[in-house]
T-cell receptor, first 111, second 115 residues
């Protein structure tokens, strides 16, 4: 699996959009970009994934650049409950292999 | 739908003692994973099961760690004897049939402290 690079920490005001970047310059053509988050004292939670088109679900939006070398996870209206470590992972779909987590981005949402 | 269940949530033991963690995956999920998460790090895979079969245990320290998944449902991870460096959170995850879109669903983890 390709490696990813994320900033170690970010802050965001409550109610504002949180934009979390991820670089994955060595991503392969069959690899998807996945985002998970881990709230304190909980296991990681799946957020969203995508291949090359922008994706949106009830939790977040995922914007992937045209060359697929980077992506941004957007939480449109951050709340205090969104405070967590966010992990960007690339892996092939239909792959039951392990998830390779980096150290992620610690997002702190403040009032 | 119930999530992945793990027990205990917390465990404190002295070094050289044995310890066991239990996981019940989401019903119908054939693939089960055990991860270990050290403080400040992302989770790292210890072992992956497809039904009853351990298909990837390359990262499992086999001298002291063992795991089983009898009947292809719940699973137990054991450490004997525990060392100070085993202090970590042990996470269990499961995922559905590989022919469908894959996400891994994680349990809350067991926080192990070895004194």
């Amino acid at each position: 699996d390709a490696k990813t690079t994320q900033p170690p920490s970010m802050d965001c005001a409550e109610g504002r959009a949180a934009n979390l970047p991820c670089n994955h310059s060595t991503i392969s053509g069959n690899e998807y970009v996945y985002w998970y988050r881990q709230i304190h004292s909980q296991g990681p939670q799946y957020i969203i994934h995508g291949l090359k088109n922008n994706e949106t679900n009830e939790m977040a939006s995922l914007i992937i650049t045209e060359d697929r070398k980077s992506s941004t996870l957007i939480l449109p209206h951050a709340t205090l409950r969104d405070t967590a470590v966010y992990y960007c992972i690339v892996r092939a779909l239909y792959n039951t292999d392990k998830l390779i987590f980096g150290t992620g981005t610690r997002l702190q949402v403040f009032p | 739908e119930a999530g992945v269940v793990q027990s205990p949530r917390y465990k404190i033991i002295e070094k050289k003692q044995p310890v066991a963690f239990w996981c019940n995956p989401i019903s119908g999920h054939n693939t089960l994973y055990w991860y270990r998460q050290n403080l400040g790090q992302g989770p790292e895979l210890l072992i992956r099961y497809e039904n009853e079969e351990a298909v990837d245990d390359s990262q499992l320290p086999k001298d002291r760690f063992s795991a089983e998944r009898l009947k292809g449902v719940d699973s137990t991870l054991k450490i004997q004897p525990a060392e100070l460096g085993d202090s970590a959170v042990y996470l269990c995850a499961s995922s559905p049939d590989f022919q469908r879109e894959i996400t891994q669903y994680f349990g809350p983890g067991t926080r192990l402290t070895v004194l």
